[in-house]
Nanobody
Framework: VQLQASGGGLVQAGGSLRLSCVASGNIRRITVMAWHRQAPGKQRELVVGITSAGMTNYAASVKGRFTISRDNAKNTMYLQMSSLRPDDTAVYYC??????????????WGQGTQVTVSS
């Protein structure tokens, strides 16, 4: 299963960006999709996850500013980021876990997309 993330870029503080992540391959079902991020010199951290039923889990630092959504039919996930701050600057990675058509579990990561917020 492959994940392709897109939508990163450079934005001024207070601005918005929308990230997308498309999963492709031998997919039967995606149970959970999530966005993680890694800032320079820091560990990768969970930003937000969403289940196939739409249940979400946001990091405290982004709650109220970021909104995750997914289109199960298209195996696609989105992250709408608003009121961006310089400390949101990081490489954002999408992640998906689920089951393949062969009934095997998978846990895949995308290649990452850079988000840079200038002050």
């Amino acid at each position: 299963v492959q994940l392709q993330a897109s939508g990163g870029g450079l934005v001024q503080a207070g601005g918005s960006l929308r990230l997308s992540c498309v999963a492709s391959g031998n997919i039967r079902r995606i149970t959970v999709m999530a966005w993680h991020r890694q800032a320079p010199g820091k560990q990768r951290e969970l930003v937000v996850g969403i289940t196939s039923a739409g249940m979400t889990n946001y990091a405290a630092s982004v709650k109220g500013r970021f909104t995750i959504s997914r289109d199960n039919a298209k195996n696609t996930m989105y992250l709408q980021m608003s009121s961006l701050r310089p400390d949101d600057t990081a490489v954002y990675y999408c992640n998906a876990a689920g089951t393949t058509m062969d009934y095997e579990g998978f846990n895949s990561w995308g290649q990452g997309t850079q988000v840079t917020v200038s002050s």
